[in-house]
């Protein structure tokens, strides 16, 4: 992936058919989809359903049930490459783990990369690449020369927004010399508490407390595999 640009995935998706017109077996991919609930009919209507994004929806302070008026119910993850090698990988550990409480991912995270659970939705957050999948330790540290920034933002639903905000303070020292940021958003009679924060590497993210309703909602999904985290979804 070219620097600067970034990828994400819905959590929507499945049953395909081979070329040959053949339906074809579930994969691991399936069963990870299926575990978070997504019934087969699901994914099968989701999948890559064009539809027209509503102007309000460009706004980082958009309402929950009007993002799911698109039909997607979650990003299941976005991939932020950082630069510097190990060095990278620290700073993504500070501000990931330590200062937005996610938990690691015990599966996708190697020694080239960090997978952070942010509830159900992951950073995938490679700082080099493995030069032999057999051998998890025989990999290309600083692989990338510049951090993959969003050119938008991700918004994301906290379980504990007061805590989240008292851990990235905790950690504002340490990242002093990167472009972190965290600044409050006014609150409106539309918009309770949120955060906007900028990561050590230029990504914006509008952190916002979740509605009781809302993790309720993303709760019924299923959880990634890890430890708990101060997320309940991207």
Request: overall charge positive; charged content about 15%.
């Amino acid at each position: 992936m070219r620097a600067g640009a970034v990828s994400t995935t819905a959590a929507l998706a499945l049953p395909r058919t081979t070329a040959a017109g053949r339906a074809r077996q579930p994969s691991r991919e399936d069963s990870r989809f299926a575990c978070r609930g997504l019934s087969p009919t699901e994914n099968a209507a989701a999948r890559f359903r064009p539809w027209a994004v509503p102007a309000a929806m460009t706004s980082p302070l958009t309402s929950f049930d009007l993002a799911q008026a698109s039909g997607i119910l979650l990003i299941d993850h976005v991939n932020f490459a950082v630069p510097y090698g190990a060095e990278g990988n620290r700073i993504a550990k500070l501000f990931y783990l330590e200062g937005l409480g996610c938990s690691t991912h015990p599966f996708g995270t190697r020694p080239w990369q960090l997978h952070a659970n942010f509830g159900l939705s992951q950073f995938h957050i490679p700082h080099g690449f493995p030069n032999d999948f057999a051998d998890p330790n025989a990999y290309c540290a600083g692989s990338f020369e510049a951090p993959h920034v969003l050119d938008g933002h991700v918004v994301l639903w906290a379980s504990d927004l007061p805590s989240i905000e008292a851990r990235l303070a905790s950690v504002s020292e340490q990242l002093q010399a990167t472009k972190f940021r965290v600044q409050r958003v006014a609150e409106t009679a539309e918009q309770g508490p949120c955060l906007r924060v900028t990561c050590p590497f230029g990504n914006l993210l509008y952190i916002k407390q979740a509605p009781q309703e809302v993790a309720e909602r993303l709760a019924k999904r299923g959880a990634q595999p890890g430890g708990r985290s101060l997320g309940v979804a991207m």
